[in-house]
């Protein structure tokens, strides 16, 4: 079979697990599991910034990163099909008491105008207004289509929002997969953002968790809403050697994903039924427009051994990861050109 429904299918592998069982470890809420200490340091260090906290998903660590700079009855601003909004169950709502500001992005990236003109602030509208404090910016874009920022927009949308008092959070769930597209190191891309989040579970293959990374002012306030949250955790420096074999083992390795996946979309975009924005496949993802109802594709990849999601009803997507090989880009490939033909 070819697992293409996420790059979150990936399992560890024997080096990693062998880093897992060799782990020293000790009681994280008490501060001294040094593995972790170790995994926190170390990805601080790579993004340029004071401290770093190891939480147990993407979804938490952007939680904590928006309760910890917000107030409840604030607005943050977000591109419309984010993760923030789409994939994370209200959280912003229920966990922070805020309300967002959908900025429409262009394959899934925000235009530094369009998030000045989405920023609302409640000083000198009556009271009328939230206050927005908050911009978060997704990069790579999931819904995009797995696209990157210019460097330009990133470091101008930082600019504008701290320029209306507003912080800014960087969702970098796939960062790396953005620093190996881009060739931009990934200090640069977080050079002017308050937060940023990093998922190990994604591309870079670890079975369990994400850093938040940020000052240590920051980092100390989000310390203790991840506790309120339920994130503490024990001896998880079981969790954390993982992560630290995944940064450094299987950052490079993403271009290998990177160049399948566009050379699966160069393939599916010649077929008659089968449509691919191959400006978008930047990364590790592909969005493939179908003709026929995209549950019906998904269903007859899936009796051919395929295996993938559908995102709305003739959209469905393939993501590539460490555990997809040539001959798996093969098997979707052939099976796309079946169902091209019936």
């Known amino acids: 079979m070819a697992d293409l429904r996420s790059d979150t299918v990936t399992k560890p592998c024997s080096a990693m697990r062998a880093a897992i069982a060799a782990a020293e470890v000790g009681d994280d809420v008490l501060g001294d599991d040094p593995t972790i200490l170790a995994l926190e340091a170390k990805i601080a260090t790579m993004l340029g910034k004071e401290a770093a906290l190891f939480v147990a998903s993407g979804t938490m660590?952007?939680?904590?990163?928006?309760?910890?700079?917000?107030?409840?009855?604030?607005?943050?601003?977000?591109?419309?099909?984010?993760?923030?909004?789409?994939?994370?169950g209200g959280g912003f709502a229920a966990l922070s008491g805020c309300s967002v500001a959908l900025v429409k992005g262009h394959s899934g990236l925000m235009k530094p105008s369009d998030v000045e003109d989405a920023i609302r602030k409640s000083d000198g509208s009556l009271g009328h207004f939230p206050n927005g404090s908050l911009v978060c910016v997704e990069n790579t874009s999931n819904r995009g289509g797995g696209t990157c920022y210019s460097l330009e927009?990133?470091?101008?949308?930082?600019?504008?929002?701290?320029?209306?008092n507003c912080k800014t959070h960087?969702?970098?769930?796939?960062?790396?997969?953005?620093?190996?597209?881009?060739?931009?190191?990934a200090a640069r891309i977080a050079q002017d953002?308050?937060?940023?989040?990093?998922?190990?579970?994604?591309?870079?293959?670890?079975?369990?968790?994400?850093?938040l990374v940020g000052s240590?002012?920051?980092?100390?306030?989000?310390?203790?809403?991840?506790?309120?949250?339920?994130?503490?955790?024990?001896?998880?420096?079981?969790?954390a050697a993982a992560g630290l074999y995944a940064l450094e083992n299987n950052i490079e390795r993403l271009a290998l994903d990177h160049e399948r996946a566009l050379r699966f979309a160069t393939a599916i975009n010649g077929l008659a039924n089968f449509s691919v924005n191959l400006g978008d496949v930047q990364t590790n993802m592909c969005y493939v427009e179908t003709v026929a109802p995209a549950i019906d594709v998904v269903a007859a990849l899936a009796d051919r051994g395929v295996y993938?999601?559908?995102?709305?009803?003739?959209?469905?997507?393939?993501v590539t990861h460490l555990?997809?090989?040539?001959?798996?880009?093969?098997?979707?490939?052939?099976?796309?050109?079946?169902l091209d033909n019936l």
Not at 61 to 88: C, K, L, W
Not at 323 to 338: H, L, Q, S
């Open 308 to 318: 993938l999601f559908d995102t709305s009803p003739h959209t469905v997507r393939v």
């Open 216 to 239: 240590a002012a920051d980092i100390e306030r989000a310390h203790r809403w991840r506790k309120l949250f339920g994130g503490g955790m024990r001896q998880a420096g079981i969790l």
């Open 61 to 88: 660590s952007n939680a904590v990163a928006i309760r910890a700079q917000t107030q409840p009855g604030d607005e943050i601003i977000t591109e419309s099909t984010s993760h923030i909004y789409i994939y994370e």
């Open 193 to 211: 953002f308050d937060t940023v989040s990093i998922c190990l579970s994604k591309g870079l293959g670890a079975p369990v968790g994400s850093l």
């Open 170 to 185: 960087l969702d970098g769930a796939r960062l790396f997969n953005a620093v190996v597209a881009t060739g931009v190191d």
């Open 323 to 338: 555990d997809v090989d040539d001959a798996d880009i093969d098997r979707a490939i052939t099976a796309f050109k079946e």
């Open 153 to 164: 927009d990133l470091d101008e949308i930082c600019r504008i929002a701290h320029s209306k």
